[in-house]
């Protein structure tokens, strides 16, 4: 699955919000919940282990999920990315992908 939007922002806003996994549920739709669970988070290149719970409401039904993420940030030459791969959900066998800007 891909998807592209594209945004009249500075790039570094993006970022901010983006690499702000405490809060960003405040900012994506169905996502409850997100928060850093180990140490790294504050290290440019770390791997932050983010929890997340998401729920939606499908044809009548609360639907809800939640995964542990390891999260890599690239910053290099201008390219910005976060490779996320899924460490742990009982929801989902695979989970992985990057946010590209």
Known sequence: ISGEII???PIDDIWEILTDYDNL????PNLMESKVINNDSTIVGG???VY?????????????????LDMTENVHHGQYSVDFECVDSQ????FDGSWIL
């Open 7 to 9: 945004m009249d922002i």
């Open 25 to 28: 549920s405040s900012h994506v």
């Open 52 to 68: 997340q719970m998401g729920a939606q409401r499908i044809f009548g039904f609360q639907f809800g999920a939640d995964l542990t």
């Open 91 to 94: 929801f989902f066998s695979q």
């Open 47 to 49: 791997t932050p282990r």
